[in-house]
T-cell receptor
Framework: RKEVEQDPGPFNVPEGATVAFNCTYSNSASQSFFWYRQDCRKEPKLLMSVYSSGNEDGRFTAQLNRASQYISLLIRDSKLSDSATYLCVVNPNNNDMRFGAGTRLTVKP | EAQVTQNPRYLITVTGKKLTVTCSQNMNHEYMSWYRQDPGLGLRQIYYSMNVEVTDKGDVPEGYKVSRKEKRNFPLILESPSPNQTSLYFC????????????FGPGTRLTVT
C-alpha cells in the first residue's frame, strides 16, 4: 500500500463547478499536511497547509480527518486557471515528505 | 528575488558518464532536498540535508550522491548514470524542516541512454 494515495483522475469539470479531491495516508503518526499545485512540467508550489480544524483560503477549503487518515481539498467556483495537478503531501516526521502521485484537474469553458 | 535555481534544465547523457546537477537557493534556508518525479509514482525523495555538512538518505538514494559544503548549494551527483535514472529532478529548500513550505527549483529533465 502506498503511504499517500490519491485518485489520479483526471477530473474534467465545467467552469463554476465545485470539485473535491481526497487523499489517504497510512502513517498515523504524521504531523503535517499540505496541498501543492503543479502545472504541467513545472515545479510544485504550495497551495495551502491543512490544519486539524480545517482551513479556507478563498475558493479553496482543506480538511483533515485524523481518525480516518484522510485529507480533502474542495475547490468552489472552478476557474480555467485551476487546471493543474494537485499533490497531497504528508510529513511522517520532521525530515522527509511523502507525496501522493497527484490528481489531475481540467476545468473546461 | 527569492528562488531555487537548478542547472542544467535539460540533459541527455550516456550510461556511465558522471554528471552533476547543481542546486542553489538564496533564502538562507537550512533544509534542502532532492526529489525525482516519475509518471504514476509522484515525487520521491532522494537525499536531504538539515544543515551544512549534514545529509541523509531519502527513499531512493541508490546511484546518487550529494554534498552540502555551503548553506546555499546542494549538488546532486550521479557517478555512473543508468537508464533507470531517466527522470525529472527537483531540488527544494525550506526554512528549517519539512513542516515548513518547500520551495522547488524549476526541475532538471535528465535522459540517460
Amino acid at each position: 500500500r502506498k503511504e499517500v494515495e490519491q485518485d489520479p483522475g483526471p477530473f474534467n469539470v465545467p467552469e463554476g463547478a465545485t470539485v473535491a479531491f481526497n487523499c489517504t495516508y497510512s502513517n498515523s503518526a504524521s504531523q503535517s499536511f499540505f496541498w501543492y499545485r503543479q502545472d504541467c512540467r513545472k515545479e510544485p508550489k504550495l497551495l495551502m497547509s491543512v490544519y486539524s480544524s480545517g482551513n479556507e483560503d478563498g475558493r479553496f477549503t482543506a480538511q483533515l480527518n485524523r481518525a480516518s487518515q484522510y485529507i480533502s481539498l474542495l475547490i468552489r467556483d472552478s476557474k480555467l486557471s485551476d487546471s493543474a495537478t494537485y499533490l497531497c503531501v504528508v510529513n511522517p516526521n520532521n525530515n522527509d515528505m511523502r507525496f501522493g502521485a497527484g490528481t489531475r484537474l481540467t476545468v473546461k469553458p | 528575488e527569492a528562488q531555487v535555481t537548478q542547472n542544467p534544465r535539460y540533459l541527455i547523457t550516456v550510461t556511465g558518464k558522471k554528471l552533476t546537477v547543481t542546486c542553489s537557493q538564496n533564502m538562507n534556508h537550512e533544509y534542502m532536498s532532492w526529489y525525482r518525479q516519475d509518471p504514476g509514482l509522484g515525487l520521491r525523495q532522494i537525499y536531504y540535508s538539515m544543515n551544512v555538512e549534514v545529509t541523509d538518505k531519502g527513499d531512493v538514494p541508490e546511484g546518487y550522491k550529494v554534498s552540502r559544503k555551503e548553506k546555499r548549494n546542494f549538488p546532486l551527483i550521479l557517478e555512473s548514470p543508468s537508464p533507470n535514472q531517466t527522470s525529472l529532478y527537483f531540488c527544494a529548500s525550506s526554512l528549517y524542516a519539512t513542516r515548513y513550505e518547500q520551495y522547488f527549483g524549476p526541475g532538471t529533465r535528465l535522459t540517460v541512454t
